[in-house]
């Protein structure tokens, strides 16, 4: 889907995690986990300095952001991250669960990909 919207991992979009390492199981990383890590992710914020952010799915979203805010409310929606556009979307974990939120997340990337467009037109050179 990233593809579909002209971004490449070896171009123009880099992936980061809100934790550095995988909690156990996989499972939903803890508050103190996200805060013990969330120096190196505003480090690689700050030298990488995004056009935009695409915040993928709830742990993404409401760490970046601070907030409680659930995704199925703030997806397809625009924030402000310190001057940086944010949209959170379905994780693609989320997308391969549940087929019907693969629609949704598509309109969420859309809308994405036109706001990169306003900000930064030849962003898919």
Request: glycine share 4%; with cysteine; hydrophobic share 40%.
């Amino acid at each position: 889907m990233l593809a579909a919207i002209a971004l490449d991992r070896t171009k123009n979009c880099y992936i980061a995690n809100i934790v550095k390492c995988r909690p156990p199981a996989n499972r939903t990383p803890l508050p103190e986990e996200a805060e013990a890590c969330s120096g190196f992710l505003q480090a690689q914020i700050h030298l990488l300095k995004p056009k935009m952010i695409l915040a993928m799915g709830r742990t993404a979203f409401q760490n970046l952001l601070k907030t409680t805010e659930g995704i199925n409310s703030a997806r397809g929606k625009f924030f402000d991250l310190n001057g940086i556009p944010l949209m959170p979307t379905y994780h693609p974990s989320a997308l391969l669960r549940d087929e019907g939120l693969k629609r949704p997340a598509w309109e969420d990337l859309k809308a994405f990909k036109a706001r990169l467009l306003q900000i930064c037109p030849d962003y898919n050179k």
